[in-house]
């Protein structure tokens, strides 16, 4: 089975940039759409984008619309997140998953949809 393994995080103040890739480790992405969550201390793990196997639909959390934003690149079997204007509220440990699924329009948007989850990594805004 793939395993996504998440790189990128850091600590950065408000207002910096950010990219999170997440990799496949033992074999690829096809088939799954993929999507990025966050954690912070004590809460949830929260819905932050996602996108189709195709790379023709994306979502996003209302908080970090126009402001985030996930791709894909299947040939290198990678899923980025360039995160910009990052705020404190931003902060936490971001995991990347993936929804197994035979169309290619397929949506990840909860974490209950998620069929595989890497180890996370640790975002930081600070003030």
């Known amino acids: 089975q793939v395993q996504p393994v998440e790189s990128g995080g850091g600590l950065v103040q408000a207002g910096g940039s950010l990219r999170l890739s997440c990799a496949a480790s033992g074999r690829t992405f096809n088939n799954y759409a993929m999507g990025w969550f966050r954690q912070a201390p004590g809460k949830e793990r929260d819905f932050v984008a996602g996108?189709?196997?195709?790379?023709?639909?994306?979502d996003y959390a209302d908080s970090v619309k126009d402001r985030f934003t996930v791709s894909r690149d299947n040939a290198k079997n990678v899923v980025y997140l360039q995160m910009n204007s990052l705020k404190v509220e931003d902060t936490g440990v971001y995991y990347c998953?993936?929804?197994?699924?035979?169309?290619?329009?397929?949506?990840?948007?909860?974490?209950?949809?998620?069929?595989?989850w890497g180890q996370g990594t640790q975002v930081t805004v600070s003030s």
């Open positions: 998953a993936g929804r197994r699924s035979t169309f290619p329009y397929t949506r990840i948007v909860r974490a209950e949809q998620a069929d595989i």
């Open positions: 996108i189709s196997w195709s790379g023709g639909f994306t």
